[in-house]
T-cell receptor, first 116, second 119 residues
């Protein structure tokens, strides 16, 4: 089975540009998570969706960040406008959630974003 | 509030040594799940183990073993006879299991512990 797919794997952009990161979760999974990893802050949860509905976006840094999940097989994380401090590795993860049971999340390979 | 503490930030050992990675957690829930993930130098996050709060049995998988103790809120990970390929950052994580619109609860990760195994 294909794992979580993220694109692009690497993105280099200039400050002020719009950046869109994409994620395809594992087929059949109903929960999707966006994380950001930096040396300074470690692994941070940005937002997560259950059944395509955003549940908790308290980790989204500011209004420049937005995320959507139009259907069960696709999600985007957009940064507009981008800033150098947004440089990080962005991970997408998915899991097959059940009522009152927590299952492991499977992570994509990540997108390394560099904003110059 | 949930919290995961990995007090060790970095450990360096010589190949074939045993090494234990500590994880202490805080939660108010009685039903919760604990996880360990490995992040090798290549960068991907690899799931290692999941344990629920009602199962305190230790688990062994090859050279890996996990010791879950509710009395001390700890979920420690031991690598026996370490190898160079074990070099990675290891994350401990916690998830509560309350139903939320029929979906998942979020994972709370520790800061991670970098293990370097030298030949």
């Amino acid at each position: 089975d294909a794992g979580v797919i993220q694109s692009p794997r690497h993105e280099v952009t200039e400050m002020g540009q719009e950046v869109t990161l994409r994620c395809k979760p594992i087929s059949g999974h109903n929960s999707l998570f966006w994380y950001r990893q930096t040396m300074m802050r470690g692994l941070e949860l940005l937002i997560y969706f259950n059944n395509n509905v955003p549940i908790d976006d308290s980790g989204m840094p500011e209004d420049r960040f937005s995320a959507k999940m139009p259907n069960a097989s696709f999600s985007t994380l957009k940064i507009q406008p981008s800033e150098p401090r947004d440089s990080a590795v962005y991970f997408c993860a998915s899991t097959n959630a059940r009522l009152a049971v927590a299952y492991e999340q499977y992570f994509g390979p990540g997108t390394r974003l560099t904003v110059t | 509030a949930q919290k995961v503490t990995q007090a060790q930030t970095e450990i360096s050992v010589v190949e074939k040594e045993d090494v234990t990675l500590d994880c202490v957690y805080e939660t108010r829930d009685t039903t919760y799940y604990l996880f360990w993930y490995k992040q090798p130098p290549s960068g991907e996050l690899v799931f290692l183990i999941r344990r629920n709060s009602f199962d305190e049995q230790n688990e062994i998988s090859g050279r890996y073993s996990w010791n879950f103790q509710k009395s001390t809120s700890s979920f420690n990970f031991t690598i026996t006879a370490s190898q160079v390929v074990d070099s990675a950052v290891y994350f401990c994580a916690l998830s509560e299991a309350r139903p939320t619109q029929g979906g998942s609860e979020k994972l709370v990760f520790g800061k991670g512990m970098k293990l370097t195994v030298n030949p």
